[in-house]
Nanobody, 122 residues
Framework: QVQLVESGGGVVHPGGSLRLSCAAS????????MRWYRQVPGQEREQVAA???????SYSHSAQDRFTISRDNAKNMVFLEMNSLNPEDTAVYYC????????????????WGLGTQVTVSS
């Protein structure tokens, strides 16, 4: 129904920046909140940032003041601008969107991308 594809990951030196993108394709009635998560092997997936369909944003403590989430509703995309990266930011970053799918009124469901690797290393 809904496919999410992340891009923009890579290897960066400490203090560097990356911009992640996530594009949605498929079929849906509506998209509400878009989120970025990250996961380190052996650890739980943690939410990094979120943005509502009204543009209200929220961030984890570690992302606050360094990361910026934004969205383009016309293109069904969400972005994560990451600055001042440090080795603790190394993880697989996942895009998540809550979408209303189905027929008639539909139902809300969460969809995930396959992730993009971000590695911060000197």
């Amino acid at each position: 129904q809904v496919q999410l594809v992340e891009s923009g990951g890579g290897v960066v030196h400490p203090g560097g920046s990356l911009r992640l993108s996530c594009a949605a394709s498929g079929s849906w009635i509506d998209i509400s909140t878009m989120r970025w998560y990250r996961q380190v092997p052996g650890q739980e997936r943690e939410q990094v940032a979120a943005i509502t369909n009204n543009g209200v944003t929220s961030y984890s403590h570690s992302a606050q003041d360094r990361f910026t989430i934004s969205r383009d509703n016309a293109k069904n995309m969400v972005f994560l601008e990451m600055n001042s990266l440090n080795p603790e930011d190394t993880a697989v970053y996942y895009c998540n969107m809550r979408c209303r799918v189905g027929r008639a009124g539909g139902f809300w469901s969460d969809f995930w991308g396959l992730g993009t690797q971000v590695t911060v290393s000197s």
